[in-house]
């Protein structure tokens, strides 16, 4: 059996709080919003999801999980505890 690294790729992502108030919201996201690939599922109350449209079915995410801009576009939801073991920040 061969080991395969992962290749280093830059990703843009943030962390949905559920909030009306997300101080964050990339273009990329508003543009998925618009297009119906994200919408919302109890919107205006504490158990609101972000139900992604991806082409292996529907991603469900929780307030405090990033979503993740793929490296094709595609949008995904993250896990806080993944993301982090995952992922480090890259200064610019």
């Known amino acids: 059996m061969a080991k395969y690294r992962k290749k280093p790729v830059i990703i843009e ?10 101080k964050e919201d990339p273009i990329w996201i508003v543009e998925a919003i618009k297009k119906g690939v994200v919408s919302f599922l109890g919107q205006g109350t504490p158990n609101v999801k972000m139900i992604i449209k991806t082409l292996e079915g529907d991603h469900e995410a929780s307030r405090g999980d990033y979503i993740i801009k793929g490296i094709k576009g595609e949008c995904y939801p993250c896990k806080p505890d993944i ?3 995952t992922y480090e920040k890259v200064e610019e």
């Not at 992502?13 to 997300?22: H, K, M, N, R, V």
């Open 83 to 85: 993301f982090k073991a």
């Open 13 to 22: 992502a943030f962390q949905w709080t559920g909030d009306i108030e997300q």
